[in-house]
């Protein structure tokens, strides 16, 4: 069971690979344990459209995604991003050497 009232972020950052059988039974009892009953947030670079495919097993995805759609709040954020920026003023910097941009296809 899922403390409900800690605090919950899952990052989908560099998704290259659809997620694993384990992986995804896991997000899906995490989404599931905290639906209705505590607040969620999602960070990712992966486009929205690109999540059913990541997230792998069709029916897994449906029952996640509607979990997460049902009460969400999006945020798009535009703009360069802050590695970008900080890239630009400080080329040495350890995160300059990061991809600047999302790496899913």
Not at 1 to 19: K, Q
Not at 66 to 75: C, F, T
Request: neutral net charge.
């Amino acid at each position: 069971m899922i403390n409900n009232s800690a605090r919950c972020t899952v990052g989908f950052r560099r998704a290259t690979a659809p997620l694993t059988d384990a992986q995804q039974r896991d997000l899906l009892e995490l989404v599931d344990d905290r639906y209705d009953k505590a607040a969620t947030l999602i960070t990712s670079q992966l486009p929205i459209d690109k999540w059913h495919a990541y997230l792998g097993d069709p029916t897994i995805a449906d029952a996640i995604l509607d979990r997460l759609v049902h009460n969400a709040y999006r945020i798009v954020l535009k703009g360069e991003s802050m590695r970008a920026q900080r890239a630009a003023i400080d080329p040495e910097h350890p995160s300059a050497k990061e991809p600047t941009t999302p790496t899913h296809t």
